[in-house]
């Protein structure tokens, strides 16, 4: 599904640059669920990024689907975001002014589709992650856990063949954490890949692989044995 | 935009309800602006157009060359001009003439002075206005029928349609002669120079005007010319035919002393082509109208460029819904388009309010400017048309810069903590154009200062007579006046009326008669001839510099000599100091007892008295000379002691009708005449304090914008400044300073301009006051008070923020 070859992310200002990728290579199943490790500034996010076509490498080469994707025009890229790839963040990331459903309905914004059918995804998307009931609700009046149930509900509404997940509980308590973890790997287990970045090596423990980055580079790509529950 | 984009959109708005408001207003305070100086212009633009065939008219006007004398140039020709060059000018289809003809009109017991155009019947024919009953072109040619508009109509048989037939009686010619309404002609429906209430025929029979004279300018000649008509040839000829005529009028040896060259000039663009050419006041300066013009301009530039800056750092405050957007698919044109759209949309919104506003706004601006102006070309066609892409350029200049810096965004950048990312060109952009504001502002605030001090100091400059108590009669003596006696007696008698002074010439008269007088050396002098009545200077109160006034028991005083007196005698006369002083006469009491010679007779001089301000302080005192003469007077003052006001007009106005109780009078507070006097300078004065108003009004806003921008910029460096030890206190003050640094550059740049171009301005005046670069000061402080209340609100919200959460949130 996914292959990187020798992926370079130049940060430049005046006077300074900044590598945070080094030559990665990478290899993702279909299916796969990866986690991402390694000390803050080692180039995880940007991977992510990267990965998710939020961002673009300054050198390399993405294929996504079999499609080259690194130079790909912003608009095909807005697409393939749209149509392909989820995101879950570890700031939640939901917009205040809009209602948990609305949230979820603007992953659906710039999608052509009825409006029944809008409806039954949205519906679907949040009775997949139980907020259902806070569905007319600002994410102001929501607990950091269902914060973030509104906002993997709105990343799998579209129906992503990848979800990126960023830390996706490094601002919830541990109850939480292992909600929404439980969630993940559900949604990895009905068939989207799963890329998520963590620091916690027992979240790490859940994904199939583990890659370790250090310094924009990758040193260690290793398959975990899963376990069967979290 | 769907109704996500339009819910997010709106409640962004609310939560950001303070710049949203400021946004709001200050848009709609530029619109409502923009609208009436819009309307404004437009009237004036106008001008003339609405008159059918205006495309084809012009008016004759001519340039009149007296010996000694600046050239005069006056909208009127002579009468005998017309039938000279009727159908002998090859271009000229038709040639009418119209005068400008005020009677008392009295229908039953009601009297009222009114006023008429007495036209050529071809006049009709050239300009047909539209009718409503009856024939103009038939009822015009008839002697004593009236065509009338409809608000004439309305005004004195109290209908607007139905009134062929009836009657009024017009005072000319000192008899009351029956005219009949023969037809009913359209309202105007535009400004004009015509003075269009009802008109007849010039008739000769109703007039003592010489229809054969050369030497004098009666009438406001008008010619239709064909398409493609020679000007040039034209000009030739008529000028041919002045030179003709006063040779045969004069015969041919003699020197008429004056020339006339006429001009032509097409009526669509007299009011700014010949704006002294009109006679009906409306002759305010084409650069007023066009300075008004680059007013809106500016105003709409301000606009933009605040709209704008606020609008960014709305969008700034949006960062992460618009990140959230693209990662979850949004191409960054459809990003881009959605804040176009909302700022289109917001534009309209402005619009409406601006529209609103105008309309709440525009009794106070007609009452400012002198004019009727209504929203209805606002309402018309075009108006909506103009209005509607007034907000799509408006939204989409004002919407660009958010929508480029959205569509810049990093999102992942964003989404990771790293903000905006506005970019430092912007943000330098922004600094100009508040700098720029600052500027406009310092500008606006010290002219208008300095306007108004002007304004104010000649309403109460030295103009050598005490207007309050005073009512002026004007026009005081028609026909009858050989009851005046009765009415000085009258008045005199009247309760509260401590003095009557009598004059040919009086506070807010503007004709005056000019005699070229010869002093002891032979050399012409050119002095206003000021007949009075003996009770004449106690009555106005005006300083005597020298020698005495006249005393009516003295003969050698009276100008009117009896029957069979000696010629030779010298006649007493008056000067006043500038008279004095062009005389030659170094000091008001070397003149006294000297002579100067006026056609046959000697004059000698009496007395000086301190020069009357009558019409003007912009020009100097012209030199005028006093007589005790009794054929010429038009205006009673009348002083009153411890009578109010409205009482004084009141006894005047009973005090006259016991006299002449079928002849209609204006009285008129002197303070009020004076008032008037410098109506344009108020206006135009008002107009400036107005718009600077809302220029100052702008700059707020735009100074606001930058704060708040600056704020959300600078939010985590100042919190970061209050982690390393400063107080809230301090914080505040950084910003301030800052703030204050694009005023002081802006006030800095444009107050010593704003000095200078005032002095220049009051150049203009003979009687001005000092100190313009006292106001400039004034005007940059402003300034700088206005950048400190702009940016205080965001100075105390830095300053009470924890920086904890500033930067949580940044």
Redesign the interface.
Known sequence: MIEMTTIEKVFRTETVETKALAGVDLTIKQGEFVAIMGPSGCGK??LL?IL?L??KATRGSYRFEGEEVATLP??LA??????R?G?V?Q?F??????TVA?NV???L???SMSAGERKRRIEEALDRVAIGHRARHFPAQLSGGQQQRAAIA?AVV?GPALLLADEPTGNLDSNNGREVMRLLSELNAQGSTLIMVTHAQFQADQAHRCIHMLDGRVIGDSTNQRPEAA | MSRLDLLIALRAAIRDVRYTLVNLIGLSAAFAGAMLIGLYVLHEHNYERWLPNVEKTALVYSELAVQDQENYTSSRTQFALAPEIEGRIPGVERVARVRDQSADTVLQSHVENQVYLAVDPVFLEMIPFPAVEGDPALAIAQPHTLVVTQRYAEKWFGARHGVLGRTVRLRLQGELVPFTVGAVIEDPVGPSHFNLQALFNLDRRDSDIDFDNWGGLGCRTYVQLAPGANQPAILQTLNETFQAGIRRQLGEESDPGFAVTYGVVPLESLRFRKPELLDNGDSTSPMFVLGLAGACLVILTLMLANFAALSSAMAARRARETAIRRTLGAAKGAVGAQFLTESVVFAAAAIALGLALTAVVLPAFNALVGLELNLAPLASASGVTTLAGLAIVTGLLGGSAPALMVVRMDPARVLAGGGAGARGSAAGVRFVVVAAQYAISAALICGALVSYAQVQHMAKATINFVPEGMVLIKDAVRPEATRLDALLETLRATPGVAAVGVGSNGPGIGSVNTDRVLKGSGEGVYLQRMSVEAGYLSAYKTPLLAGRWFDPTRPEDDALLPDGSDWSISQNVVLNETGARAMGFRTPSTALDQTFRRGDRLQRVIGVVADQAFTTLRAPPDGAYYLLDRRDLRAIAVRFSGVDQETAVIRTENAWRSVYPDLPVEVEPVDNVLWELYAKERRQTYALIGFSGLAVLLAALGAFALSAFSAERRGREMAIRRIVGADGWSIAALHLRRALVPAAIGAGLATPLAIAGAERWLAFFENRIDGAAAYGLVAGLAVLALAVIAASAEAAALARTPPGKTLQAV
């Open positions: 996010s940007t990024g998710g939020i961002d912003e608009r807005a697409r393939r975001r749209r149509e790839i995101f963040f700031q990331n939901l917009v205040d002014e809009l609305e309905a603007l992953a914004r710039y999608r709105r579209g």
